[in-house]
């Protein structure tokens, strides 16, 4: 595993294929895939399990409640697809 701290997440999440409305607080690329936000590991096993055609999954924003945020979960987390081409495709996990 390799880390690295940057001040340039929204230029990194761009080349990775995040637009700008659905980007992350953090980012990781795991097995081939982008995940973008506090994902639940939940759904992060589920793409590594099902690998879908897809570039990645993101949870926008910084949720209250998600793993890593203090507050109450409000309701059930929305994780976006991002599509090969860029975009998004829809949902593609809740928790």
């Known amino acids: 595993m390799t880390v690295r701290p940057t001040h ?3 230029a990194m999440s761009r080349a990775a294929g995040i637009p700008d409305d659905v980007q992350g607080c953090h980012l990781s690329m795991i097995d081939g895939y982008v995940v973008s936000g506090h994902v639940p590991i939940g ?10 055609d897809i ?6 924003g910084m949720p209250m ?12 987390f929305e ?17």
């Open 79 to 95: 994780m976006l697809e991002i599509k090969k081409s860029g975009g998004v495709g829809g949902v593609y996990a809740k928790e």
């Open 43 to 52: 759904t992060v096993n589920k793409l590594l399990t099902e690998r879908p």
């Open 55 to 60: 570039k990645g999954v993101t949870l926008p």
């Open 65 to 76: 409640g998600s793993p890593g945020m203090s507050g109450t979960k409000e309701g059930p």
């Open 8 to 10: 340039d997440l929204t």
